[in-house]
């Protein structure tokens, strides 16, 4: 069993910028996936971006691509997404998954998740 917590969420402006974090309790093998996804009111869940523990490989979502990075801290048992040029529609909960066979953009691939942290956005 992993758990997962994230944090660093809040309230900020258009085209601020804001780092997530989400500490896992402990680490799956290097080559597992850990995943950001974020939900919107009345919205599917929708990914984010993810990566590999070791770093070697990681994917974005199209809404998120070249605002947005994913990184980790081994040593800390930690995954960042640092969010810059937000959006009104980036508001969400952003959650964090643990655990899939690759830095993988589907939900179900995903097996821990975390209890999320809003992330708004205003104009």
């Known amino acids: 069993q992993v758990q997962l917590v994230e944090s660093g969420g809040g309230l900020v402006q258009v085209g601020d910028s804001l780092r997530l974090s989400c500490t896992a309790s402990?680490?799956?093998?290097?080559?597992?996936?850990m995943g950001w996804f974020r939900q919107a009111p009345g919205k599917e869940r929708e990914f984010v971006a993810a990566?590999?523990?070791?770093?070697?490989?990681?994917v974005y979502g199209d809404s998120v691509k070249g605002r947005f990075t994913i990184s980790t801290d081994n040593g800390k048992n930690t995954v960042y997404l640092q969010m810059n040029s937000l959006k009104p529609e980036d508001t969400a909960v952003y959650l964090c998954?643990?655990?899939?066979?690759?830095?993988?953009?589907?939900?179900?691939?995903?097996?821990?998740w975390g209890r999320g942290t809003q992330v708004t956005v205003s104009s």
């Open positions: 998954a643990a655990g899939a066979p690759s830095a993988a953009p589907a939900p179900r691939q995903y097996p821990y």
């Open positions: 402990r680490r799956t093998y290097s080559n597992y996936g």
């Open positions: 990566i590999v523990w070791s770093a070697t490989s990681a």
